[in-house]
């Protein structure tokens, strides 16, 4: 059987969920080979064979922590060479773009960015993406080569199946570029105790009808009641009410998740551009004609400030 390549996400061997999801659709490809390098990358093992990776490539060297990607580079293209893979799948973060457009560039191969789906094709693999801010799907696949993919967050499931995940020393041999941009700091960000943006199932985003950046304490409300994301639309940035990492849309983050809430949020396409692809969306807005009802699932017309505590108290009133 075919093998797939999947490049593993993880914090010093936590493995990040939307890798788990990458293994749910490399399933449907071939047989998961999973790709791990960094701190921790052998302790990455036992949750990947659970979610059906066959063999485990590990690789641990501090240049992945001292450098830039090219290290995660030459490590996945180690692993091309070794494997002879029909797809490679990456997480569609800004880092695993970046890896995987230099690894298709290495390879003489072709990259498909931000894909929602993916399928076994009879000419090999092929990817669903959202194009022109959601308004069309496309499918595509790489006609030459390997076909390196990268998958938004929550576009599949989390599903267990349990495989051998044989671990096995990924042979790398670091290329002169590895080394030439080194990070000098590290800042985490304050944790606000909720998901990052692009990983969470539920994103609680609120616009420019919020009103202000006190305000914004009712969207918060609403997401901690739903362990959510809290994301803003680029009105609400600009004002200076949420801060720009939280900013949903074209210039702002894509996100794909189950639920998507927005409150205060006209529609704008921009705005779209960065949700539409989420699974149920609601809109809590004034205005019955706002264009975001056009593509909800849930509408509800009236003034945020009444129906989103509402909410919140019943959320919380349910969980006990
Ligand atoms: P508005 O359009 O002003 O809508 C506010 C809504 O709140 C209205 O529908 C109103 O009825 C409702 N409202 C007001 N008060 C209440 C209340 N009390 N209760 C309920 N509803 C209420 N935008 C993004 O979001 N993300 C992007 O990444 C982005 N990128 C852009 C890139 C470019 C190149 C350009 C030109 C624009 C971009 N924009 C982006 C901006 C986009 O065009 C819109 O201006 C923006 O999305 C509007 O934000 P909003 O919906 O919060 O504000």
């Known amino acids: 059987m075919a093998e797939v390549l999947v490049f593993v996400d993880h914090a010093d061997g936590a493995v990040r969920k939307p890798t788990l999801e ?3 659709l490399a399933r449907r490809l071939g047989d998961p080979v999973a790709v791990a390098v960094g701190a921790g990358a052998a302790a990455t093992a036992g949750v990947l064979a659970e979610h059906g990776a066959v063999k485990v490539l590990t690789h641990e060297a501090a240049e992945y922590a001292d450098y830039l990607v090219v290290p995660k580079v030459d490590a996945l293209q180690a692993a091309v060479a070794a ?27 072709g990259v498909i960015t931000d894909a929602v789906d993916v399928e076994a094709g009879e000419q090999g693999p092929v990817a ?10 496309t499918k595509s696949r790489v006609s030459k080569g390997v076909a390196v993919i990268t998958v938004k967050p929550n576009s599949a499931a989390v599903e267990a199946a349990a495989a051998a995940g044989t671990v096995e020393e990924l042979a790398v041999t670091f ?38 950046a006190e305000s914004f304490a009712v969207i918060e409300a609403l997401a901690d009641s739903l362990g959510a994301a809290v994301g803003a639309s680029r009105a609400a940035v600009d004002a200076g009410w949420y801060p720009h ?42 205005d019955a004609e706002a264009p975001i009802f056009d593509l909800v699932d849930y509408g509800v017309v009236g003034d945020l400030f009444d129906v989103v505590p509402q909410l919140t108290e019943e959320i919380n009133t349910r969980k006990g």
């Open 22 to 24: 990458l293994l749910t």
């Open 83 to 109: 494997v002879s893979p029909v797809a490679v799948l990456v997480s569609s973060s800004a880092e695993g773009k970046e890896v995987a457009a230099r690894l298709a560039l290495r390879i003489g191969s």
């Open 128 to 137: 669903t993406q959202s194009v022109f801010a959601a308004g069309f799907t």
């Open 175 to 212: 290329s002169e570029q590895a080394t030439g941009t080194k990070v000098t700091a590290r800042t985490p960000r304050e944790s606000t105790g909720r998901p990052e943006l692009t990983e969470a199932a539920v994103v609680v985003s609120g616009g420019r009808g919020v009103g202000g």
């Open 245 to 286: 990492t939280a900013q949903v849309g074209q210039t702002g983050k894509s996100v794909s998740p189950q639920l998507y809430i927005a409150s205060g949020v006209s529609g704008a396409i921009q705005h779209r551009a960065g949700m539409q692809t989420s699974k149920t969306i609601v809109a809590i807005n004034k």
